[in-house]
């Protein structure tokens, strides 16, 4: 029992009175002076029980000191229930509800980072609301393998793109005073062995793929906490990674808040405490109970280790310093200082999932939604020629908002596609619905051949007697989620054959998918002359894609990744998933379209692709060296040519071909979204800095950029270039 009360860190500490005056308590005072002077007061028991939480989701509280704990809750696409394992908050006598915000791999599509900035805020209202002060999120790992479980819950395969995304998703949820969380530190590309698994992967591939957006994240965003990853990385699991944490985040990029482990991802206590991991989730008697559990150990989490009495074995045997101590509780509390959590009182919770917060949603997830294909300009639907449209498929009646694992959010309410389309056809169009195809696992009865077999015909017979037919399907929290990976790239079984079974009857078929990653669209794709990516898009997601489907909003979405049919084409390809728990990243820095430029491969659809209702032409490529001497200023005029009002995306590559290192033939350097109506025109200005044009050089251990002539792309896409032009940096 007394090891119990050790390990949440309810210590008795020698009474002495507290000043009201104390330096700490004063928030006009700078916060190192605060930490300093709060340090200074703490007993060495109380420090070391705060390296540990008090249970799943909230670290220890001092009352004697008048420290609070900080209250968690998983994110990134909304406030998900913090009582425990997702076993018991997937569970519905769970009734906490908040607003589903898009997944992240939506948020990416839009391109916008002021989406992701106000997605992070009204996540930041709502935990204000309810109380908590720490949201777990965002997700910024690298799409490296595109069966990776959680693709969807971070911003695709480049990184310069999620880096920008991730910054303003920040800076968002940071505004209101709540603490983000950048995970999972560092290359957290896979689920399958997640916890035992060693990444090789060299240093320059780390330093360009990799770490950009978390350098970001902590330089840019000035995030005020970093969750470690489960697996290792060149030896170390990145909970103990030295290299990681202390060389790289606060060495290299001057990181001094708070790093958390993910849950169960310790495995040690000194090598842990000493590489610089501040605070090991969860703690206390939920932390016992769940370690115990046979699936617990089966999954390799680890735990347990950064309980107090662990700690000060280890201090008195000389394994921790008190110095070191000192430096991880000094973390702990520059996060619950910076952030406000120390000076606030506790408010009575307020209204969650508001108009606002919803309309904050409904945005995100219309500018997500990507046109893939448009033959014959059958989109948007005309009301004066469509009187009647079938709604089919398995994501028609469901709203997918979400995929699974710590990151999906239970809702209030949720529009599905059914819904949106049948308010938005209103009483002027018949609206009829037949489900198809069942999502797999979700009614075993509707699962076999002659289920399969009835649906389909019945859904033929509707498509054949509708104006146009709009199937949807996709992948659900059962395909795509945390703790595993997909085993293929095609959508479950039937959704293929019930896509081509109602093109042939219904030559207007439009199809529109949910997924967080890259789906085999190859055998039907040339079947149907409209093609919709909707990805997981939050509860209003029903709403989004009517308001496209109708002419609306006038799609503007791009792909955060390179769409591909067949796991054959991905650089992760014949290294994914290792073998005796080792995986070799042997592709390097060719990662997504930096891979298929360099080898020649065209996919599916490219990186940034994506096309609209109307049309947009690039002119007038001006590119002048800087005030400064060491900038470069990049101006191009866009022309709406169209006749509707739309937004177009205006992506900026850099080559370079002279580098005396192997480079890829271009990368993404900038972009910008840009609104216009039709007819209008507007100059698009971007500023090129040394950091664009430089290379991790592993000799220097720093970035170089070479003198030499370097090229400009600008494009609609990664392969659809419109404008090319050059400049010399002579020095």
Known sequence: MVLAVLAVGVVAAPCQDIPANAPYKNPKLPVEERVHDLLGRMTLEEKASMLSGANWMETVAIPRLGLPSIKMADGPMGIRSWHGPSARTKADDDKFRSTAFPAGIAVAATWDPEVAQSTGQAIGQEMRAIGRNMILGPTVNIQRVPLWGRNFEGYGEDPYLA???????????????????????????????????????????????????????????????????????????????????????????????????DWGSTYSTAATVNSGMDLEMPGGEPARTWLLKPDSKKNGNGGGWLWQEKVLADVKAGKISTATIDENVSSILRAIFVSGIFDRSETAPSEIDTPAQRAVARRGSAESIVLLKNAGNLLPLDPSKVKSIAVIGPDAAFARTGGGGSSLVKFKSAITPLDGIKEKAGNGIQVSYALGVSMPGEDPAKDTPESRDQLRKEAVALAAKA??????????????????????????????ELIKAVAKANRNAVVIFNAGAPVNVSRWVSDVPSVLDAWFGGEEMGHAIADVLFGDVNPSGKLPFSFI????????????????????????????????????ITPQFPFGYGLSYTSFGYSDLKINPGVSGSTFEVSMQLRNEGKRAGAEVVELYVHDGHASVDRPVKELKGFRRVELAPGASTIVNFTLDKSALAFYSTQKKDWVTEPGTFEVQIGASSADIRLKGSFDLTH
């Not at 390809?573 to 379209?593: F, M, N, R, T």
């Open 163 to 261: 880096a920008r995304m991730g910054v303003a998703y920040i800076k968002g949820v940071q505004s209101e005073g709540v603490i983000a969380t950048v995970k999972h530190f560092a290359a957290n590309n896979q689920e399958f062995e997640r916890h035992r698994v060693d990444e090789a992967i060299d240093e320059r591939t780390l330093q360009e793929i990799y770490f950009p957006a978390f350098k970001a994240a902590v330089q840019e965003a000035g995030v005020w906490s970093v969750m470690s990853a489960y697996q290792k990385v060149n030896g170390s699991y990145c909970a103990e990674n030295a290299f990681l944490l202390q060389d790289i985040l606060r060495k290299r990029w001057g990181f001094k808040n708070l790093v958390v482990s």
């Open 467 to 496: 104006d146009a037919a709009i199937v949807l399907v996709g992948n659900s929290v059962k395909v795509e989620s945390e703790d595993f990976d997909r085993k293929t790239l095609d959508l479950p079984e039937g959704q293929d």
């Open 565 to 600: 049919n067949d796991f054959k084409e991905s650089p992760a390809y014949g290294s994914y998933p290792g073998e005796d728990l080792h995986v070799k990243y042997a592709e390097g820095i060719y990662v997504g379209y930096r891979y298929f430029d360099k080898h020649g």
